[in-house]
């Protein structure tokens, strides 16, 4: 049975926001992630797991800020974190260096041995952009090198095959970059080159191919939180990028203190050049960095000749040696604040909710599997996916044969009993998740079903 009616008719208030949103914004939305049909719900309020809508319907949240809060909503650690760094120092825009900057490095550093050196950006978008600069300033080559089907923020270089048209991206062992927004500069694709995930032959006939032009290869470690790299496949990449020069960047903005508290290249024991974090380590604030091994990282230090009066005076050294990094509100202290203390809580409740998001897979998994329905929870650590189809899930392609629409109609029916997550979103799993939330999301399924089938 169709959920939409129910949806319509317990989000009326929702409809009427939006409404009166899109006279303001294109689609009135403010971020194109935002919106799905027939309208998206508008949340009021946030608390620990649930989230209340603007018609006053509550929901357990699973979608959890798209994996940004670890801790939930509104954790005191994070709220009077933020509130002491601001009564202490009001907004505290300081526009100088201050001592967190250093205090909140070192901390990241215990985690991702890999990064020598860091730089703070206001996003997991800044970050990627950054982290390619850096490859194409220290190599002194042209061009990148993403996956099909991988997802590295908004910026024109990466803005290719994230989920293309299986047509239009070609050959699977060497896909096509098809641009995914109006807007990209004519030509550009050209200095983007798309990589066959979990395909070491492909991978490698395309890296020795473009091995002269390529300064980078950027990859999210576990494809969209939820599809990891196979050990071998990641093993074999780093071999074969540090044979031909190429910098690997782990893009870790979802996986960073997700996949493990280590990120990805914890689990993968892979040290990557760069590597890129977000959302978790921000506190559901907005926030990102960039940070690898030092002499790559000191590409951007300033020298003599890379400010104005420098310059004016030292004629000689220019500004093109040295990376452009520059940010108002970079190292902002009350989202460093905000970072420290969620990073220090995880240290305590990681384990504990890696161990829930294994009790709710499973639960899920033998609820569906009890009822003659094959899924798949793949995932790595407290990021999952609910994936109905056939057959191992390795890639951007396999992902394509799953079961969408279903799986769009079971998300719509589970927001009408109050679970919620964006249709067709992965489940991110937060501290506050416990066993009251994971017998009501059962019992959500339950109800859906007993309606579908007339049976309990
Ligand atoms: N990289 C990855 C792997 C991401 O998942 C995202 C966001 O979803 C980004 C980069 C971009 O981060 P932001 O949305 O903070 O710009």
Known sequence: YCPL????????????????????????VTANIKHFAPYPIVMKGGDGARLTDVDGNTYIDYLMGYGSLALGHGHLAVTQAVNSQ?????????????????????????????????????????????????????TRKTKVAKFEGHYHGGFNEVLYSINPDEIKAGDAEEPLAVPESAGLVPGGEKN???????????CETLLRKHQNDLAAVIIEPVQGGFIPAEQAFMTH?????????????????????????????????????????????????PFGLVGGKKEIMDVSSPRSGSDV?????????????????????????MIL?????????????????????????????????????????????????????????????????????????????LINEGIYTKPLNRYSIATVHGEQELRKSIDALHNIFAHRTGRP
């Not at 319509?8 to 006279?23: G, I």
């Not at 120092?89 to 205090?103: M, N, Q, V, Y």
């Open 309 to 333: 009066f420098d310059t004016l005076q030292s004629r000689g050294s220019s500004a093109e040696d040295t990376l452009f990094h520059s940010g108002t509100y970079n190292g902002h202290p």
């Open 192 to 202: 983007t080159i798309i990589l066959p995930f979990n395909n070491s032959h492909a």
């Open 337 to 413: 604040a905000a970072g420290l203390a969620v990073i220090e809580e995880l240290e305590k409740s990681y384990t504990k909710t890696l161990n829930f998001t294994c009790e709710l897979k499973n639960e899920l998994a033998s609820f569906f599997e009890g009822r003659g329905i094959t899924v798949q929870t793949p995932g790595m650590g407290t990021i999952f996916n609910l994936v109905f189809a056939d057959g191992q899930i390795r890639n951007y392609r396999d992902l394509k044969k799953a079961d969408l629409s279903f799986r769009k109609d079971l998300d719509f029916h």
């Open 237 to 285: 990449l780093r071999e074969v990028t540090r044979e031909l020069g190429i910098l690997l960047i782990f893009d870790e903005v979802k996986t960073g203190f997700r996949s493990a508290l280590g990120g990805a290249q914890s689990v993968y024991r892979v040290r990557p050049d760069l590597t890129t974090l977000g959302k978790v380590i921000g506190g559901g604030l």
């Open 5 to 28: 009616p129910l949806y319509l008719e317990r989000t009326k208030e929702s409809y009427r926001v939006h409404a009166a949103a899109q006279e303001q914004m294109p689609g009135g």
């Open 86 to 138: 601001m009564q202490k120092d009001g907004t505290c825009l300081f526009g100088t260096p201050h001592r967190l900057e250093t205090e909140y490095a070192k901390k990241i550093k215990c985690f991702f041995p890999s990064i020598e050196r860091l730089r703070y950006t206001n996003s997991g978008t800044e970050a990627t952009l950054l982290a390619i600069r850096f490859a194409l300033a220290y």
